[in-house]
């Protein structure tokens, strides 16, 4: 890795790695302190399991490519940064909605948003760090890691490398979990719904047996990674049931409420797709 020059970069493939490692392990950390703060409690940001964050690590690279000739002129700089940081993060987020049809952020709740993907309050402060990092904190690192032996530093590459191809598959197959449990709950509610409704106020065996598959789904959904690291995530798909176990979050209420599910959450159901639907849950 030492050997591999990348011009445009003005750096080996060794170096380039362990600013992207550095960055993206501090970007994580930083994630970690802001929720920390807001909430009081560790809470394990980013959509990786493990302290890593690629969309720093990119980002800082992607500022030192184009910014750092422009590193004197702290105007521009400044401008440009906000610029290039407000365009990575709106073109992460529409990428991770169109692949895992969710919004991962949202900013909705904040002025002069857009789609909620980006803001101004956030965007200014990302040109204040990104001046920061590209002036003082950047050019420091580069020195550190010039100072690291190249075989340790290879074969901690090779790990760290190792390290990330598991975890995304392992985020990927959380995130796949994560969906199906939440069309199962969408599925069952739609059911208990209709159901209380021909019942009125008996209650059956079968509508017992489903709530507490709905329970236990549910707890599942309210106790995954994914909705404790992103707090504003907002599914596309199944949404209404989603709003429905995350008011039951903030409400700290155990008691499922059906008047969230409208008609455009129901599905078709025949004997046989019931049939299959409950072999699957």
């Known amino acids: 890795m030492q050997h591999v020059y990348i011009g445009f970069l003005d750096h080996t493939l060794f170096q380039v790695f362990f600013f992207f490692s550095f960055w993206s392990v501090f970007?994580?950390?930083?994630?970690?302190?802001?929720?920390t703060l807001e909430t009081g409690g560790f809470e394990n940001r980013g959509f990786l399991n493990g302290p890593f964050c690629p969309i720093y690590g990119f980002g800082v690279l992607l500022l030192e490519f184009l910014l750092r000739p422009l590193q004197n002129n702290l105007v521009l700089?400044?401008?440009?940064?906000?610029?290039?940081?407000?365009?990575?993060?709106?073109?992460?987020?529409?990428?991770?909605?169109?692949?895992?049809?969710?919004?991962?952020?949202?900013?909705?709740?904040?002025?002069?948003?857009?789609?909620?993907?980006?803001?101004?309050?956030?965007?200014?402060?990302?040109?204040?760090?990104?001046?920061?990092?590209?002036?003082?904190?950047?050019?420091?690192?580069?020195?550190?890691?010039?100072y690291l032996p190249y075989t340790f530093g290879n074969i901690l590459a090779i790990l760290t490398l190792a390290t990330i191809t598991t975890d995304l598959f392992a985020t990927l197959g959380d995130i796949r979990n994560f969906n199906m449990r939440l069309k199962q709950v969408d599925y069952i509610a739609t059911l208990l719904h209709d159901?209380?409704?021909?019942?009125?106020?008996?209650?059956?065996?079968?509508?017992?047996?489903?709530?507490t598959k709905y329970e236990k789904l549910s707890e599942q959904i309210k106790s995954s990674r994914l909705v404790r690291a992103f707090p504003t995530m907002r599914p596309n798909m199944y949404a209404n049931t989603f709003k429905a176990i995350k008011n039951r979050i903030n409400k700290n209420n155990d008691t499922p409420d059906f008047s969230?599910?409208?008609?455009?959450?129901?599905?078709?159901?025949?004997k046989e797709t019931s049939d299959n639907e409950n072999k699957k849950i």
């Open 27 to 35: 970007g994580w950390f930083m994630e970690v302190i802001d929720r």
């Open 77 to 146: 700089l400044y401008i440009l940064s906000v610029i290039i940081c407000s365009t990575v993060e709106l073109s992460v987020g529409l990428l991770l909605e169109r692949l895992f049809h969710a919004k991962w952020w949202d900013y909705s709740d904040k002025k002069f948003n857009y789609k909620g993907f980006i803001c101004l309050k956030i965007s200014l402060l990302w040109g204040v760090g990104s001046v920061m990092v590209i002036r003082v904190v950047q050019p420091l690192i580069e020195k550190l890691v010039n």
């Open 195 to 211: 159901k209380s409704i021909a019942l009125g106020e008996n209650i059956s065996d079968e509508v017992l047996t489903l709530n």
């Open 260 to 270: 969230e599910y409208n008609n455009t959450n129901k599905l078709l159901i025949t």
